[in-house]
């Protein structure tokens, strides 16, 4: 993306974690340590990952289409969908913690695919790539809950119009990368279309086992959304970021239109 876009989803970032944050602690839904891990560790990262290591032993996907299929798995917690959550009575407290969570598991799983040689973080540091990650999440997080503490009436005014700025945010994003890109992954080359549709199985499908209907929907949407601002930031560095480029925006792409599909599937 450009530089107007890569602003554009940070500021989406710091609104939505915002609004979480004059959320959390609304919600009665409560989740076991064992539970939580198994939400965030095994729908984001194990099952994606063996998935990935099948598809690497029987040669379906190039090795540039692996890489950066790669990047979308390790990039969980995109906290864009806190939006799509709350717009499908989803659990704002659940889907916060599954969002703290999930930047360590990004984090660590960036570290293991490079180490693996699935990935290459080329000249990006991973200490900064945290302390970026935590400042753009945590911090507005951590402000929302504080401000809702202090000042809970004016917290519950203007909550539903910060979640509401945050969802037109994201809207916007979509479309810009619609207009942006849309016909030319569309008529590009098959393989990154079919690695996106690929992975957006992968996210969607397991979690849709779960029996808890708010439970479901908060770590389908979770799931499905990934951070790609992370994976741009990677990209950013990359030699060969041209290459892997088309398999990311077709995920990126898939993923909000499934996103968008699922809410109107689930709206109340």
């Given at each position: 993306?450009?530089?107007?876009?890569?602003?554009?989803?940070?500021?989406?970032?710091?609104?939505?974690?915002?609004?979480?944050?004059?959320?959390?602690?609304?919600?009665?839904?409560?989740?076991?340590?064992?539970?939580?891990?198994?939400?965030?560790?095994?729908?984001?990262?194990?099952?994606?990952?063996?998935?990935?290591?099948?598809?690497?032993?029987?040669?379906?996907?190039?090795?540039?289409?692996?890489?950066?299929?790669?990047?979308?798995?390790?990039?969980?917690?995109?906290?864009?969908s806190?939006?799509?959550?709350?717009?499908?009575?989803?659990?704002?407290?659940?889907?916060?913690?599954?969002?703290?969570?999930?930047?360590?598991?990004?984090?660590l799983?960036?570290?293991?695919?490079?180490?693996?040689?699935?990935?290459?973080?080329?000249?990006?540091?991973?200490?900064?790539?945290?302390?970026?990650?935590?400042?753009?999440?945590?911090?507005p997080?951590?402000?929302?809950?504080?401000?809702?503490?202090?000042?809970?009436?004016?917290?519950?005014?203007?909550?539903?119009?910060?979640?509401?700025?945050?969802?037109?945010?994201?809207?916007?994003?979509?479309?810009?990368?619609?207009?942006?890109?849309?016909?030319?992954?569309?008529?590009?080359?098959?393989?990154?279309?079919?690695?996106?549709?690929?992975?957006?199985?992968?996210f969607?499908?397991?979690?849709?086992?779960?029996?808890?209907?708010?439970?479901?929907?908060?770590?389908?949407?979770?799931?499905?959304?990934?951070?790609?601002?992370?994976?741009?930031?990677?990209?950013?560095?990359?030699?060969?970021?041209?290459?892997?480029?088309?398999?990311?925006?077709?995920?990126?792409?898939?993923?909000?239109?499934?996103?968008?599909?699922?809410?109107?599937?689930?709206r109340?």
């Amino acid at each position: 993306m450009n530089g107007i876009m890569d602003y554009w989803a940070m500021l989406n970032t710091l609104v939505i974690m915002f609004a979480l944050g004059l959320t959390h602690g609304n919600s009665k839904l409560e989740s076991a340590t064992g539970k939580l891990l198994w939400l965030a560790l095994g729908y984001n990262l194990l099952i994606p990952a063996i998935a990935l290591m099948a598809l690497k032993n029987v040669a379906w996907f190039s090795g540039d289409a692996l890489a950066a299929m790669a990047l979308c798995v390790a990039a969980a917690g995109g906290t864009s969908s806190g939006a799509f959550v709350t717009s499908v009575n989803g659990s704002p407290a659940l889907v916060s913690r599954l969002i703290v969570l999930l930047l360590g598991i990004s984090l660590l799983a960036v570290a293991l695919f490079s180490q693996w040689h699935w990935i290459s973080l080329g000249t990006l540091s991973l200490t900064g790539l945290a302390g970026y990650l935590l400042a753009i999440t945590l911090t507005p997080l951590a402000a929302g809950m504080l401000f809702r503490r202090w000042l809970p009436n004016p917290s519950a005014q203007w909550q539903p119009r910060i979640e509401r700025l945050g969802s037109v945010l994201v809207i916007l994003l979509v479309i810009a990368l619609a207009i942006r890109y849309g016909r030319e992954i569309l008529t590009g080359p098959i393989e990154p279309l079919l690695a996106a549709l690929v992975l957006v199985t992968l996210f969607v499908l397991p979690p849709l086992l779960e029996p808890v209907t708010v439970v479901r929907r908060t770590v389908v949407l979770v799931t499905l959304i990934r951070n790609l601002t992370l994976v741009l930031s990677i990209l950013a560095v990359l030699p060969n970021s041209v290459s892997l480029l088309p398999t990311v925006l077709a995920f990126g792409l898939f993923m909000y239109l499934t996103a968008g599909a699922l809410l109107w599937c689930w709206r109340e």
